[in-house]
């Protein structure tokens, strides 16, 4: 099973700031296959990245997805009211498809 | 519009069962890789079953494995979760979501709460 740990667990940040959100896998995540999600309160995730650096319809382009094998990072160039949420790594390459526990970006 | 819609969920007493349906719409459901995602109370995601858009593969997580059934019928547009020998650890909100199988998961539904409790 990939073991995917996320850092830090809680990032508070002032709305213009630059986030860094780190998705560290146990093993090689197969070919990128690598999500970002953000779920707020009381609502479904919704998918951000795909492919580790994808966007998916819709997104802005403030955020953005890098990194290869164990490694991958999700960054919001400046923060919006809006992001302030817990976003979520998830690999779906290999069965388990496992999730990182989450990185709550907070308001500071 | 894309829309996925659980029904099925309540409370049900330790070692119950529950039949969780996912109905979709806006979108080719028999061409999608299926999930069922959950999460407990205060708590993170954590992938639970995910079967390939012909029901020829299936997955479970080792923490419901031998309780829990995934299945599809592409002619209702509908996903599946029979639940089985249920515990207080499954009382999670459960989401029918796209993907598995090398696909990301683009479409979520609101989610099911499932509470399992004397």
């Known amino acids: 099973e990939i073991v995917l740990t996320q850092s830090p667990g809680t990032l508070s940040l002032s709305p213009g700031e630059r986030a860094t959100l780190s998705c560290r896998a146990s093993?090689?995540?197969?070919?990128?296959?690598l999500a970002w999600y953000q779920q707020k309160p009381g609502q479904a995730p919704r998918l951000l990245i795909y492919?580790?650096?994808s966007r998916a319809t819709g997104i802005p382009d403030r955020f953005s997805g890098s990194g290869s094998g164990t490694d991958f990072t999700l960054t919001i160039s400046r923060l919006e009211p809006e992001d302030f949420a817990v976003y979520y790594c998830?690999?779906?390459?290999?069965?388990?498809?496992?999730f990182g526990q989450g990185t709550k970006v907070e308001i500071k | 519009e894309v829309q996925l819609v659980e029904s099925g969920g309540g409370l049900v007493r330790p070692g119950g069962s529950l039949r969780l349906s996912c109905a979709a719409s806006?979108?080719?459901?028999?061409?999608?890789?299926m999930n069922w995602v959950r999460q407990a109370p205060g708590k993170g995601l954590e992938w639970v079953s995910s079967?390939?858009?012909?029901?020829?593969?299936?997955f479970y997580a080792d923490s419901v494995k031998g309780r829990f059934t995934i299945s599809r019928d592409n002619a209702k547009n509908s996903l599946y979760l029979q639940m089985n020998s249920l515990r207080g650890e499954d009382t999670a909100v459960y989401y029918c979501?796209?993907?598995?199988?090398?696909?990301?998961?683009?479409?979520w539904g609101q989610g099911a709460l499932v509470t399992v409790s004397s």
């Open positions: 998830q690999q779906y390459g290999d069965s388990p498809y496992t």
């Open positions: 979501a796209s993907g598995g199988f090398l696909e990301w998961s683009d479409y």
């Open positions: 093993q090689s995540v197969s070919s990128t296959y």
């Open positions: 079967i390939s858009s012909s029901s020829i593969y299936i």
């Open positions: 806006g979108f080719t459901f028999s061409d999608y890789s």
């Open positions: 492919g580790a650096s």
